[in-house]
């Protein structure tokens, strides 16, 4: 996993903005994961969240959760997370 705040993918622009929306949250990308080069956001209340060519899903409610998630998995679909 690499912390790195840039787009990992230039196309993914319009998938963020579609999960900001739904999420009713500004999202910054914090970094990537290795494997499928899937993209780390975070949301303005602290959850993170990837952004994987599956779909987005919630990783958790704060950095301790969400590396855990990304550990060992199993990941919960980001529409679960929409307020």
Not at 22 to 35: A, D, I, M, S, T
Not at 52 to 59: D, E, V
Not at 69 to 83: D, I, N
Request: aromatic share 12%; net charge negative.
């Amino acid at each position: 996993m690499g912390f790195t705040p840039h787009w990992v993918h230039e196309e993914s622009g319009e998938d963020v903005a579609e999960l900001a929306g739904n999420l009713g949250q500004r999202l910054f990308p914090v970094g990537y994961e290795e494997f499928d080069r899937a993209m780390v956001l975070i949301d303005e209340t602290g959850r993170f969240f990837l952004m994987h060519h599956t779909g987005p899903y919630f990783l958790g409610a704060n950095t301790d959760e969400a590396i855990s998630c990304l550990l060992r998995g199993p990941r919960q679909e980001a529409g679960k997370c929409f307020v």
